[in-house]
């Protein structure tokens, strides 16, 4: 069993940053893809992004090209999200994923164990 818990989210000023991390516990994420998404209030899931196994190829959201970064360390096992030039619209819950393959995936079906969200509010 994989037990994901995220941290780093927080309250900022629109233009700050943040960085998110995703620990993983019970059997590790090597070998799997790991994605970001989040779930602004009302609103449904959307991927932010996703990273390959061994931190081969990225892919993002097209709303946070450019700001965000994720990246890995799998001896570690975490995955991060370096959110930065924050805009009141990446207000939301987010939520890191592993995958059920070793490349990135855009789609929410792709992912099998979610951790429990961590919140971030961007304020103007």
């Known amino acids: 069993q994989v037990q994901l818990v995220e941290s780093g989210g927080g309250l900022v000023q629109a233009g700050g940053s943040l960085r998110l991390s995703c620990v993983a516990s019970?059997?590790?994420?090597?070998?799997?893809?790991m994605g970001w998404f989040r779930q602004p209030p009302g609103k449904e899931r959307e991927f932010v992004a996703a990273?390959?196994?061994?931190?081969?190829?990225?892919y993002y959201a097209d709303s946070v090209k450019g700001r965000f970064t994720i990246s890995r360390d799998d001896a570690k096992n975490t995955v991060y999200l370096q959110m930065n030039t924050l805009k009141p619209e990446d207000t939301a819950v987010y939520y890191c994923?592993?995958?059920?393959?070793?490349?990135?995936?855009?789609?929410?079906?792709?992912?099998?164990?979610w951790g429990q969200g961590t919140q971030v509010t961007v304020s103007s």
């Open positions: 994923a592993r995958a059920r393959a070793v490349e990135p995936s855009s789609n929410w079906w792709s992912y099998n164990y």
């Open positions: 019970g059997r590790t994420f090597s070998s799997y893809a």
């Open positions: 990273i390959s196994w061994g931190s081969r190829s990225s």
